[in-house]
């Protein structure tokens, strides 16, 4: 397929991953899941493994310095005209260790990222703005004094290239609708941060069979239904309707969230357990939300935009809406360093297809395509070019 020519607008990457050195030790020290192993590679070289999903086929998968190495990071930038890039760290994060070394790796961690963002080149043509800005962590792990978590919050907000936290879909242990993250999601909400909601555990992996599908099953589907049932769950718990200016980035363009919009409303509105419990239909919640353009396709790209984009005749004002409207909501991401090509090729097939797919919807127009790309990122976190 012939090469996309660079965009004459900012790209900007919303959904692109570290492992901090701090963090890769902390995996090379454990002896269980996660973990990083040395084995010995094909040509007899020691070579390390990733081995963090839950009953992970095989060996793993490949690590090496594109988790960590910020110029592998900036050099995939450029190979594929990326001007900026919001990093976050990789699943699992903080979710397996205790409060106590949650709390510090989380302050380290964070501390690094605003290092690591800071001092990174400042973007050809944009004078002002860094080629890299970040998502935090937090201490989300089961027992945490939530007031550990609300320090945390307060530190980021110190953090001037740090605009959001990327967290998983456990909370501290009970999952997103839990009542214990209220206060978090209050000082989330106050702090202005943008939260990147980010699948690791799937579902239960006896659902996928036992065939050899190598990580298929759990990253294609696994991934995309633990979002899916997390923020139906988030939804259902009124947490968007007590913190409406709440900022909640999906990944993956939500997973089955927008296919199964209609449904989860139909069934909340023949439940008479919660019929009346949520202030909007279901689908209202969808035009609060931001979706990652990570779907790899364009007919799911305008899919995912026009269920954003109706919303809109769900709020009380109600009425007619534009197709189109949905793109101020979707963000252009890449998913690097996960998914490189299989064989050696200077550019990602990943990659490319995420944008072909952003070029390729019929109802975005210029306009729209480079909201998706990069201007709704520069909003969202409000850099000024
Ligand atoms: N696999 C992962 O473990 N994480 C990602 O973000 C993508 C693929
Ligand atoms: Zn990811």
Redesign the pocket.
Known sequence: STRLPPSPTPVVDVHT?VYFPRYAAELRARSSAPRILTREGADGKPEERLL??DGEPGSG?PVGPQYWDREEKLEFMKRHHIHISFVSS??PWLDFLSAERASTLAQALNSDLEEYCASSPEVDGFPGLRSLYGFGLLPLVPHVPISSVIQTIEHIKTLPHVSGVIMGTKGVGNGLDDEALEPVWKAIESAGLVVFI?P?YGVDGQAFGTKPNG?VLP?ALG?PFETTIAITRLILAGVLDRHPNLRLLL?HSGGALPQLSSRIASCIAHDPVVAKRLKHDARYYLGKLYFDAVAYGSEELAFVSETIARAESYSAAGGSYNANAGSTRMLFGT?HP??PPLEASQRWQSVEDNLRAIRDVRSWNESAQADVLGLNALRLFSLKY
Do not use: P, Q, V
Request: without cysteine; glycine residues 0%; proline residues 0%.
């Open positions: 991953h963090i999903l998968r990789a699943n980010h690791h990580h990253l991934f990944a998913d996960f998914f």
